[in-house]
């Protein structure tokens, strides 16, 4: 049987009068589709009979589940342009949208949307004043810890030693040592100071990042880095004393590979005292063999304790070291 409505399609469902349809409704014919567009074609309705609509169509539960074509959307969007604009929403509207937004996951387009539409507008909390509850939670929230900074750089870590300030307990206020050897804060004198949060940072980022120069080192004051011989080191000028043509010297990657050899070929045990190893120790002093500053066979592998008591002392000294021109 073929649909009686003239869309030519076969008949699926009969109704009571007896006529076949190719759908459950006749309104869902595509011949009787077309049929109704052409007669609404320059209907206009009156304010009234508008109002009457929107009155009847107040509080209707609508299916849920209905697709919508693209070109569908495209025309709801079109026709809400600018209707919505200066409409102030209650607090009791703005939960009930935050109340069923809640969970929704949004994609990455949706964010890149947003993105750029937010894109030159001030921010709505600009200059509302906080109250000091709210700005010690916020401060409290954004806190680094020893633990955080572990797990996020993991190379600064051990190179650097921290601990929390024993004075200011429940505040985790970070402190580091003195780069400067004769400084009390230093960690030849067993000595502790709190860094200002740029110096701290710059130190990891010359330490973690992949062009970094492994510098920026924690001094306590002008006085310390100035004194400090690392600090006023020179290299190009006592290498062109020594007539060298070229400037030997090595990137924080090649240190890690040589590091890395040194300490799993004794299986990371000190070779002094037998515990474990985190530190590789230049038995030919960089500063006097630059050469032999890649060779693994130059190297010790010891833990930190050792590298200090051990490694570095009397004439092997850093500072020593620092200030000796080689000949």
């Not at 049987?1 to 014919?29: A, P, R, V």
């Not at 052409?38 to 299916?63: D, P, T, V, W």
């Not at 080192?217 to 006085?223: Q, V």
């Not at 000028?237 to 030997?248: A, E, G, H, T």
Request: charged fraction near 30%; proline fraction near 4%.
């Amino acid at each position: 049987m073929l649909c009686d409505y003239g869309c030519d399609q076969e008949g699926i469902h009969q109704f009571k009068n007896g006529k076949w349809c190719c759908s459950q409704y006749t309104s869902k014919c595509p011949n009787q589709i077309e049929l109704n567009k052409q007669l609404h074609i320059g209907i206009k309705f009156s304010r009234e009979h508008k109002k009457k609509i929107s009155e009847a169509c107040k509080n209707r539960i609508y299916k849920t589940g209905l697709i919508f074509s693209d070109e569908h959307k495209k025309k709801i969007s079109e026709s809400l342009k600018g209707k919505r604009k200066g409409v102030k929403l209650t607090n009791e509207h703005k939960r009930k949208i935050g109340l069923s937004n809640k969970g929704k996951v949004v994609s990455e387009k949706t964010r890149k949307k947003l993105s750029d539409i937010a894109k030159g507008k001030p921010s709505p909390n600009k200059n509302i004043p906080l109250s000091v509850e709210s700005k010690k939670k916020i401060s409290k929230a954004n806190k680094n810890t020893i633990e955080k900074i572990n797990n996020k750089y993991p190379i600064f870590s051990k190179i650097e030693k921290l601990r929390y300030n024993p004075d200011k307990p429940g505040e985790k206020e970070i402190q580091v040592h003195c780069k400067n050897h004769n400084c009390k804060n230093s960690k030849e004198q067993d000595g502790w100071f709190t860094p200002p949060y740029q110096q701290f940072f710059e130190r990891i980022r010359q330490i973690e990042h992949p062009e970094g120069n492994g510098g920026s080192y924690f001094y306590c004051c002008d006085e310390c880095k100035q004194e400090c011989p690392l600090y006023n080191l020179k290299v190009n000028s006592i290498i062109n004393q020594n007539n060298l043509s070229d400037d030997i010297q090595y990137t924080p990657s090649e240190y890690n590979i040589w590091r890395n050899e040194v300490l799993s070929r004794s299986n990371y045990k000190c070779e002094y005292c037998g515990n474990e190893a985190t530190h590789a120790h230049h038995s030919r002093p960089q500063k006097l063999e630059s050469f032999h500053s890649l060779d693994p066979d130059y190297g010790i592998a010891c833990c930190e304790k050792c590298h200090y008591e051990k490694g570095h002392k009397d004439e092997c000294s850093t500072g020593n070291l620092a200030n000796k021109v080689c000949s």
